[in-house]
Nanobody, 124 residues
Framework: QVQVVESGGGSVQVGGSLRLSCKVSGNVHRGTSIGWFRQAAGNEREWVAGLSTLSESPSYTDSAKGRFTIALDNAKNMLYLQMNGVKLEDTAMYYC?????????????????WGQGTQVTVAS
């Protein structure tokens, strides 16, 4: 079993910054992948960024490239999402997800364990 807990959401002004945290505990092995997804009201859940703990090479969706950065702290089993230059369209519930031997980081169905989410609201 794996437990996933997100934190760090809140309200932020357009152009501001926010750092989300994802704490992963339980049976985490070298083949684990961790991803950040978001879901805005009325929309489907979409992938934002992720990485495999094996390669530690991050991947980002086009809207996140250049603005968001993910960082892995293996010692603490934490994955961070640093959000800079936020836009109104970044408003959403953000979820952290964990999967094993994920072939496509962007696919919701590749992930087994999900957190409860943390809300990010960007105000003008």
């Amino acid at each position: 079993q794996v437990q996933v807990v997100e934190s760090g959401g809140g309200s932020v002004q357009v152009g501001g910054s926010l750092r989300l945290s994802c704490k992963v505990s339980g049976n985490v092995h070298r083949g684990t992948s961790i991803g950040w997804f978001r879901q805005a009201a009325g929309n489907e859940r979409e992938w934002v960024a992720g990485l495999s703990t094996l390669s530690e090479s991050p991947s980002y969706t086009d809207s996140a490239k250049g603005r968001f950065t993910i960082a892995l702290d293996n010692a603490k089993n934490m994955l961070y999402l640093q959000m800079n230059g936020v836009k109104l369209e970044d408003t959403a519930m953000y979820y952290c997800a964990v999967g094993s031997w994920v072939a496509d980081l962007a696919l919701v169905t590749e992930y087994t364990y999900w957190g409860q989410g943390t809300q990010v609201t960007v105000a003008s």
